[in-house]
């Protein structure tokens, strides 16, 4: 069966400091990887997608995530965090073989302190 | 940008109640989904739509709960008969064709049963 795991259900950074959010899946074969965010009391909004064009992806708001197929990670950075970053992350996959269900894990909550 | 759009944004009910929270999403895509959030925790998936039919579903997804295109535009979660643990964020999402097409969430509806 297919999982994701996000280490980290709380994570603080001080304002400009690295972000870094973790996200491994378990799948035989690359699933497709996305990272959402959700500020408060609103829906999931996309931050990147993995393509398979290349193995870094960039996002919106700064933040980017790297595809490491040999960790089977694809964990989510943003070089200098920001107050307005507060949210909770998701990463999602949806397994090329397994139909159209996408699996979220549990979620980060990420707190910035200025 | 075209986006998903969900009504009501908060619905209380009495348990035992029949609720409809209802959904239109983006116009050209082709999977739709329902998800909730219970408060403070994570994504669950509860069932997914494709060519009039559900395609996937989850244990959540039980007999107490049905979904419907009525036309070509809504698509409607029913809830028969609520019970307290119903309570949580309704996401409705849909997506288009292609193994990394992302979904598209709308801000979700908070259901209250009391």
């Known amino acids: 069966a297919q999982s994701v795991t996000q280490l980290g259900s709380h994570v603080s950074v001080s304002e400009g400091a690295l972000v870094l959010l973790r996200c491994n899946y378990s799948s035989s074969v690359p699933p497709y990887l996305f990272w959402y965010v959700q500020y408060p009391n609103q829906g999931l909004q996309l931050l990147l997608k993995y393509t398979s064009a290349a193995t870094l992806v960039k996002g919106i708001n700064g933040f980017e995530a790297e595809f490491k197929k040999s960790e089977t990670s694809f964990h989510l950075t943003k070089p200098s965090a920001h107050m307005s970053d507060a949210a909770e992350y998701f990463c999602?996959?949806?397994?090329?073989?397994?139909?159209?269900?996408?699996?979220f894990g549990t979620g980060t909550s990420l707190t910035v302190i200025p | 940008e075209p986006e998903v759009t969900q009504t009501p944004s908060h619905q209380v009910t009495q348990m035992g109640q029949e609720v409809i929270l209802r959904c239109v999403p983006i116009s050209n895509h082709l999977y739709f989904y329902w998800y909730r959030q219970i408060l403070g925790q994570k994504v669950e998936f509860l069932v997914s739509f494709y060519n009039n039919e559900i395609s996937e579903k989850s244990e959540i997804f039980d007999d107490q709960f049905s979904v419907e295109r009525p036309d070509g535009s809504n698509f409607t979660l029913k809830i028969r008969s609520t019970k307290l643990e119903d309570s949580a964020m309704y996401f409705c999402?849909?997506?288009?064709?292609?193994?990394?097409?992302?979904?598209?969430f709308g801000n979700g509806t908070r259901l209250t049963v009391t």
């Open positions: 999602a996959v949806m397994p090329p073989d397994t139909g159209n269900q996408f699996y």
């Open positions: 999402a849909s997506r288009d064709r292609g193994g990394n097409s992302p979904l598209h």
